[in-house]
């Protein structure tokens, strides 16, 4: 699977981006999907899950009630709808994939990640 992801860019607190990670190379609803993110000096950390089926979500709960992981399996694409955005949420974001219809919280379950788009939130 190759993970092609976009989206970021800068935008003041308060804002909205949409993040989206088109996938190739095996059948989409076989794989579920995980957005992560990493900042500067820190660990990647999970943001959100989606099942294969997209049945099953899941969030940290810092982006609770603010970031929405959805799919749509006939354009193989996962999106993040980011809103009400927070310096805090400055990051390089990633998407990955992982065999089967599951989704998990932990990156090291995750088969194989995109390259990373920095989303960059100004106070």
């Known amino acids: 699977v190759q993970l092609q992801a976009s989206g970021g860019g800068l935008v003041q607190a308060g804002g909205s981006l949409r993040l989206s990670c088109v996938a190739s190379g095996r059948t989409f609803s076989n794989v579920a999907m995980g957005w992560f993110c990493q900042a500067p000096g820190k660990e990647r950390v999970f943001v959100a899950a989606i099942s294969g089926v997209g049945r099953s979500t899941s969030y940290t709960d810092s982006v609770k009630g603010r970031f929405t992981i959805s799919r749509d399996n006939a354009k193989n694409t996962v999106y993040l709808q980011m809103n009400t955005l927070k310096p805090e949420d400055t990051a390089v974001y990633y998407c990955?994939?992982?065999?089967?219809?599951?989704?998990?919280?932990?990156?090291?379950?995750?088969?194989?990640w995109g390259q990373g788009t920095q989303v960059t939130v100004s106070s």
């Open positions: 990955a994939a992982r065999r089967g219809n599951r989704d998990s919280r932990e990156a090291r379950e995750y088969d194989y």
